[in-house]
């Protein structure tokens, strides 16, 4: 029963988009998001290694990233400031993100 429950919380963090898919908003990682779409860096899942690459690139806490560029299980051209950066499909998933409903398309990002 609490599997139920919980399955509909989750389900609460989809939102239908113009086209009639589901698209999630909140708390989410990268590979989650589409192209256009952006994300505010909330934490990053790894070691002190992982870490240090991802501020290598600009994928800090706190920063906006704008997916310029991706399809499900392939890497991800980020926008990170005035950087693009491409991401694999497995870093995308250590990326976790909050998603608002807000998102670049139509705004020249």
Not at 54 to 63: D, F, H, S
Not at 99 to 106: M, P
Request: charged fraction near 25%; charge should be positive.
């Amino acid at each position: 029963m609490a599997m139920f429950f919980g399955a509909l919380k989750n389900r609460s963090l989809l939102r239908k988009d113009s086209g009639g898919t589901e698209n999630s908003t909140g708390p989410c990682t990268l590979c989650d998001l589409r192209s256009g779409d952006c994300g505010t860096v909330q934490r990053l899942e790894g070691g002190e290694d992982f870490r240090c690459k991802m501020m290598a690139l600009g994928i800090v806490p706190g920063k906006t990233v704008t997916v310029t560029r991706g399809e499900k299980h392939q890497p991800y051209v980020l926008r990170v400031d005035d950087s693009r950066v491409m991401v694999d499909w497995g870093t995308l998933g250590r990326i976790h993100v909050n998603s608002g409903a807000a998102t670049a398309r139509g705004r020249g990002i």
